[in-house]
Structure formats: structure tokens, C-alpha cells
């Protein structure tokens, strides 16, 4: 992309909560000169310092209310659960033209409470950039956090289109490909595809650790499928609470094959249980589709 | 080790089943000097020729009853499910000293069988060495297929000493380290550890695709989680089917743990479900311990 000597697309970016997302995102667009000021807002001054002393952000402030009045773009990169308060406190307090726009990993109920908040077409824009990182806090930021990404974009006919063209561009000129989404779909996708397997690869160790699973008979299958259980509680716990109805749909979903193959083990139809394996393995590939790296550790 | 110029410590060597494991073990005595003539045996000319031609046997055989007569060891590394069967077929034939391994990934059934069929103290020890790939077939071993793996080796009184030393041996000389177990907690530990991740692993990607989740909200979350899916429908169907009271036991219990997880989550009882997610975390810790790269998709 060519930068002109114009003045850089985002204006006044004020980017809310400071953390790993939200750091990355503030080098990312001041590497590329995207941004004529970035105002990093956040609770804890410790982390506003790092994002500052990194050069994520211009300046920062420990208020939400008085960093926004001038914004042109503001970013919500909080922990899920507080999107929509964040929302409630600055939408009376924006500018008409300014454009919002969050990274949550749930939708639904952030996209339902701005259409509640915003007139139509409303410039809430809701965003689920899917990078991520065993590490947090903006120590770890890097300007190329989101090169080769995928974003996940709210898709619907009550947005503004120059805030959903601003918002899809804001990601893509970071690196993201972005893959427009209805948010109701958004949330059922994400629970069957990570929040689900979060809550069974903590269920696995559990159910290991409870048996007295010793650490020698851990295999790389082990390894790989408990993998995000390392993750953090409290994010999860969240993420969890704010998918609340697609989490419980796709565990229910999920109980329900889980006992068919019971039931077929349990009367040793091994057809059934051959085609059980046999379906998995094909839904793996269509979804994620085969590579070496990916396989070596199914003969185990 | 020091390979004195006596005879190599294995002597005559039957392989049955020139399979990954059964081929890497050949070329792994081989290069090490450590058989004096290995057979392999199977039932597919082709894979045998492919097996003599890697230097992984020095003759071949499609008869079990005619190569282990002379037998000193035999290392029967067909799928679990012809273990017995092929125990069955070898005891009458075999001379008094032989001594009989298999490499099957269930135990308790074999190693009762054993018990049945040999006097006691008895030659037959199980073994269950924990490497793999997604590669199958002769044409992908190699001789170091064992260096840096588990095997995790039967211990009971019943085994004559010198044959659990023996094997003891084969694996250790081949580089393994070994593990003695009791056979029926090793199959309940490899239930949980990886037969149960394997049913989960299916269940997973099959509820996935069954909601028509598209590959683009597809993560490193559900990548690993699900990676041993692709493994072979046939092996894992088998591998229930002879560890099916411990599988059942395993899916019983992850099904209370799931349920447990899902009533707090639907009572919205955030202390439990951040609880149950950092049991997850510190049972996960125990039983993995903690890497950057086993942890890097946590935050997605």
C-alpha cells in the first residue's frame, strides 16, 4: 500500500484497554503511518506505560469519557465482558462522524446492544480479528501481530457502509483477511470451533489428572488436544458467560455424539464405531483441511 | 553400549506384522547389530518386499507357523485386535526359551490371555512403545523411529525375569525409555490420555461440521484440538473395541465433568466456571507441564 502525503486514514484513533491486542494494534498502524494520533486508555498506569514507552500509543489517559470526545475511530480491545459497558459509557459522548469498533471474540449481544444505542445506520462496526497468543499485556505487542490473520467483520444491513468500509480496511491494512459474518452465526461458529473445545480440553485434564494419569503415558495426542487448556480462566470464564446459549447448544450437540458412540462402542458395532472415526476424520478435513504437521501423531 | 564380538543378544528375531512399527524396529536391531537374522512376517507380499528391500528384515515369510519355530524373540506388531489371535496361533509352536513381545497400544486383555497360555513364570511380556506418526506402512520406517519415546512395559509377577529383562532391553537398545505398568491401569491411564481424547477429537469435528462451521473461524484452537482426528479410522476403532470397558469409563466420566461445567454455565455461577477452567489449567500443568509452544493458542 502506497502511503500519500495526505493526511493517514484513522484521524484521532483512541484505543481502549491497552493489553496485547490492543497494543498491537496501536504499532501496527504507527509502523505504517496510519494514524495521526493514537490515545491508549486504560485502568492500570503500569501497562499504559509500556504501551507508550513501546511507541503503540502517542499518548494515554486513565479516562474513557475524556479520550473519546475527539476520537474519529475507537477500538474497544477490553476483555469481552466489558464491551458493552464501555459501549453504554462513550456512546453519548461521541462525536457524530466517529466510528467504533471492538475485538471481542463473541458478537451477538454487543451487536444486539448497538442497535439498541445507535441510531440507524449505525457506525458500531463489531470486529473479531482472530490473533492470539499464549502471552498478554503490552510487553508483548508487535507490530505484525495480525499480518496473515483472519478478522471476522459484523455483517448486517443496519451498519453505515463508510464505517463498515473504514472498519474492514482499519484490519486489513494491518495484515488481517477479512471474511464478513452475521453475528448470530458468528457465535454458534465460535462456540463449536473454540469455545466448545475449550471447555473439553479442560474436561480431558481433568479427567486425566482426577484418574491419576501419570505424566509418562502422556502422548503428543494428549498434548495437542488439551493444548488451550492452558489458556487463562478468567478470559475463558467470560468468553464462556457471553456465548452463554450457543456454549450450551453446542455442548448439548456434542453430548449427543459423544453417547451415540458410547452406545455403539458399548454394543460393539464396529461398523458404527469405524464410521464414527471415519466422519471425524472427514469433517477435520473439510474444515481444516490436511497438512503434515497437522498428522503426526494419529498412529499413536 | 558396547557391541562385544560375541552373538548379537536377540538372535533369531520373528517380526509379525511389517508394518511402521514392526519395519523401524527391524532397521533399528539392524543398524545396531543387535539380531542375528530377523523374519519378517505378514500378509501382504508387497509390504514384506518393501520391508526386505529397506534392509529392515533379512527374509520374509507369509507363514506365522513356519518362521517361529526358531524363534528366539518374536515381536508381534500386527493391530491390536490380531494380538490374541496370533498368540493363539504361536504358543504350541514355539520352543521353551522364546520370548514373545507385541506392541499394542490396550494391554489387560493381552497380558490375561498371556496368562491363560503360558506356564508360569511366563515369556510373554507386553509391551506398548508410545511412538507414532501419521505415516503408515514399511515404506516410512526408519531406524530411529524408537530414540526419545516412551515404552511403557507390562510389570507383574507372573513374567519370568529374564524375559522382562530381555524386553526390557530390546527397547532400551533401541532408545526408548521404559515405563513398567500394570497392565489394566495402563489401560485405563491410555483411555483417558488418548483413546477418550480421540473419541472427543472426532465428536468435535463432526459437531462442527454438522453446524456448518466454515474453515474461515477456524483457529489453532480447533487445529490442535482436533489433529488426531485425521488418524486412521480402523486403528482407533480397534483400539475401543479392545479397551472398551476403560473407553466407557472415560466417556462416563468426562460426560459428569462436561455436565457439571454446563449447570454452572447455565445458572450463570462465574465463580464455578472460572474454577473449573483453572482445574483444567493446573491438571493440564501436571500432567504436561509447560511449554511456549504447547500454550501458543491460548488467548484466542
Redesign the interface.
Known sequence: MTVSNASPPFGCVVIIGAG?LGASLGLALKSRRLADHIIGVGRREESLAIAKSKGAVDSVSLSVSESVRDADLVVISTPAALVIPVLHEIRPLLNKSAIVTDVA?TKAGICDFADAAWPEPRRFVGSHP?A?????GPEHAVPDFYEGS?C?LESSTRIDEEAQSLVAFLWRSVGSRV?P?DPEQ?D???A???H??????????????????????????????????????????DI??TN?MA??K??????A???T??QA??S?A?DS??????????????????N?Q???????
Chains 1, 2 share one sequence.
Do not use: Y
Not at 132 to 136: A, L
Not at 250 to 255: A, F, Y
Not at 294 to 300: K, L, Q
Open positions: 496485547l471474540s482472530m492470539g497468543s499464549e502471552k498478554f483472519v471476522l471474511v459474518i458468528h454458534l461458529m465460535l463449536l470451533s473454540s466448545v473445545p475449550h471447555v473439553l480440553a479442560a474436561a480431558l485434564a481433568i479427567g486425566a489428572a482426577e484418574q491419576h494419569v501419570i505424566p509418562d503415558v502422556i502422548g503428543n495426542g494428549f498434548r495437542d488436544t488439551t493444548r488451550i487448556a492452558a489458556a487463562r480462566p478468567e478470559i475463558w470464564r464462556c458467560l452463554k456454549v450450551l453446542g455442548l448439548k450437540k456434542l453430548r455424539n459423544l453417547q458412540f458410547e462402542l458399548r460393539d464396529s464405531i469405524e464410521l464414527f472415526f471415519a466422519e471425524g476424520k472427514a469433517a477435520r478435513h473439510l474444515l481444516v483441511g490436511d503434515m497437522d498428522e503426526r501423531v494419529s498412529g499413536e
